[in-house]
């Protein structure tokens, strides 16, 4: 078993940032590569970005492309998101995940999750 702990959301401003934290405990060796995730209110639940064990491979969404940058830190068992330039329509919930792939990126495919972490940017 996994258990994936968010934190860093919060209400910023557009042009702000936010960096995520996603805190892994359990058994961690299924976290060999990790992705985040986000859900707007009546909206699927999208890939944001994903990363592999090294953190050499990272793959980042179209819309968050040049903005976002994921890393993980494996002493700490903690993976993040730093957003950057953020946009109204970056406002979700957010989501990390473990236990798919690196290349992973439908929900269905991510066995472990987090609660979710708020972040809401204002125009």
């Known amino acids: 078993q996994v258990q994936l702990v968010e934190s860093g959301g919060g209400l910023v401003q557009a042009g702000g940032s936010l960096r995520l934290s996603c805190a892994a405990s359990?058994?961690?060796?299924?976290?060999?590569?990790m992705g985040w995730f986000r859900q707007a209110p009546g909206r699927e639940r999208e890939i944001v970005a994903t990363i592999n064990w090294s953190g050499v491979t990272t793959n980042l969404a179209d819309s968050v492309k040049g903005r976002f940058t994921v890393s993980r830190d494996n002493a700490k068992n903690t993976a993040y998101l730093q957003m950057n330039n953020l946009k109204p329509e970056d406002t979700a919930v957010y989501y990390c995940?473990?236990?798919?792939?690196?290349?992973?990126?439908?929900?269905?495919?991510?066995?472990?999750w987090g609660q979710g972490t708020q972040v809401t940017v204002s125009s």
């Open positions: 995940a473990a236990g798919g792939g690196v290349w992973a990126t439908n929900w269905r495919q991510y066995k472990y």
């Open positions: 359990g058994r961690t060796e299924s976290t060999d590569a």
